[in-house]
C-alpha cells in the first residue's frame, strides 16, 4: 500500500456509522473493503467523508496536543502513522515533489497541502482554508 493510500485509509476508516432506520441496523459509511484494494477506493469515493471533523476527534482524544491542521507530521502521528523524515521523504516522493527534500520545512508545508488537496480529491470534504 503507499503511504498516501495508508494515511487515506487511515483517516477514511474513522467515518462514524448511521443507523439505517429502515432495517434497524448501522449502515457503515467509508470503507468496508479490504485495505488497499479498488473496492476499498471505489468506497472511499462513494461517500463523502468530514476529514475535519474525523481529525479533530481524534486529536480531542490524543494524550498529545497535535496541530494537524498545519504541520504533517503532527497529522501523521494523530493517525498512527510514522512521522520521521524517511517517512516524509517517501510520500513526497509518492507524490512527485520536486524540491530539495534536505530543505524539510518546505517540503513539510508542501507535503501538508497536497496529502489535503488528494484528501479532497478522493472524496474528503476538506475546509477550503486547508487547500489554500
Known amino acids: 500500500m503507499s503511504k498516501f493510500s495508508e ?3 487511515k483517516v477514511f476508516r474513522h467515518q462514524p456509522v448511521a443507523e439505517n432506520p429502515n432495517l434497524g441496523g448501522p449502515i457503515k459509511r467509508g470503507i468496508t473493503p479490504a485495505p488497499g484494494t479498488a473496492a476499498e477506493t ?4 462513494a461517500t463523502e467523508v468530514d476529514v475535519e ?12 496536543k ?3 491542521k498545519h504541520s504533517i507530521v503532527d497529522l501523521m502521528k494523530l493517525v498512527g ?9 517517501e510520500l513526497a516522493a509518492e507524490l512527485k515533489y520536486s524540491g530539495d527534500t534536505n530543505d524539510s ?3 513539510n ?12 480529491e478522493n472524496g474528503g ?3 477550503a482554508s486547508l487547500l489554500d
Open 105 to 107: 520545512a518546505a517540503m
Open 42 to 45: 471505489a468506497t472511499a469515493v
Open 125 to 127: 470534504k476538506v475546509p
Open 53 to 64: 471533523a474525523i481529525l479533530n476527534k481524534l486529536a480531542s482524544e490524543h494524550h498529545e
Open 66 to 68: 497535535l496541530d494537524w
Open 7 to 9: 494515511l487515506m485509509h
Open 81 to 89: 502513522m510514522d512521522s520521521s523524515i524517511k517517512e516524509r521523504k
Open 109 to 120: 508545508i508542501w507535503l501538508h497541502k497536497q496529502v489535503m488537496k488528494k484528501l479532497a
